[in-house]
């Protein structure tokens, strides 16, 4: 039966407030395991790969899964950061390339030669959509996808929000752009964005139709991917509500809302869409 994991990012648990002391991991960790999700998520770029190791006992503490989000810049970058992937168990490893090819041409070659390495470490990877980074552009990102089929993503959709300020509610020519966008991705993302800012409040009245619209990206997200993976495979959804200036904040420094209840409210939002998904897949199957 197909499964939902659903990870926190050890990044998002980061206070940065004005008098406040931040969390150390293990209070962090601890946290997230409290609220039930399945694993954490690291952000390492590869100087960073002994602390990443060094966290390895928390993980096995509180009996979390580990995932990666890498920052590769080079071959040998991408390399060393896969056998961290490997080493820490994460499932697959998120890719924010830092190259910055000028055209899609360019870029494939990177491309190609990336998923050469992870095939060769084993571990697989996904190029996240991600601004400033080799999928910084949107539309850039799609040409790619058609020189590198077997290019694989995973979506963070409010990197392109942003990007291409998507004013709401989104006409046909952006649902088919983005639905381009959903048959290549194999992992999702959780962070509202407008078409102006990276991380919007959640439960503010002004953002709904952005919660909406995501909602709706994730939902179909979610169902296709579902409808042509195995009946074993697990789907990956991470929280990822950074700090600030992520986070928005009033003068005084201080964020606009609680982002660890936001991020246990993205989480139920996903868990009823993974229902919804699982009862369609059944009433599909049974139909048949």
């Known amino acids: 039966m197909q499964a939902l994991k659903i990870y926190q990012s050890l990044w998002a648990m980061a206070l940065r407030q004005p008098g406040l002391p931040e969390r150390s991991d293990k209070e962090s960790f601890k946290m997230i395991a409290d609220a039930g999700f399945h694993g954490v998520c690291l952000d390492p770029a590869v100087h960073e790969i002994q602390d990443c190791l060094a966290k390895q006992p928390l993980f096995e503490e509180h009996g ?32 924010i390339g830092v190259t910055y090819p000028l055209t899609a041409k360019e870029a494939a070659p990177t491309v190609r030669r990336w998923l050469d390495i992870s095939d060769e470490v084993g571990v697989p990877i996904l190029f996240e959509t991600h601004r400033d980074c080799i999928t910084n552009d ?34 046909a020519f952006w649902d088919e752009l983005f639905d381009r966008l959903i048959k290549r991705s194999d992992s999702f993302q959780g962070r509202i964005a407008s078409h102006e800012q990276i991380q919007v409040p959640i439960g503010f009245a002004q953002h709904q139709v952005y919660v909406e619209q995501f909602k709706n990206w994730w939902h179909s997200g979610m169902r296709q991917w579902s409808q042509r993976s195995a009946e074993d495979a697990e789907l990956i959804f991470l929280c990822e509500l950074g700090p600030p200036p992520y986070a928005i904040t009033g003068a005084d420094g201080v964020e606009l809302s609680d982002r660890f209840e936001e991020s246990l409210i993205i989480k139920s939002w996903i868990e009823e869409i993974w229902a919804d998904v699982m009862s369609l897949r059944l009433r599909s199957s049974e139909d048949t």
């Open 64 to 95: 979390l899964a580990c995932l990666i989000n890498s920052f590769p810049k080079t071959d040998d970058d991408l390399r060393a950061l896969l056998v961290l992937s490997k080493e820490l168990g994460s499932p697959v490893m998120n890719v």
């Open 138 to 171: 949107m539309f850039f990102t799609l040409e790619l996808l058609e020189r590198v089929p077997e290019m694989r993503l995973c979506a963070d959709f409010s990197h392109y929000a942003v990007n291409r300020e998507l004013a709401m509610p989104v006409d």
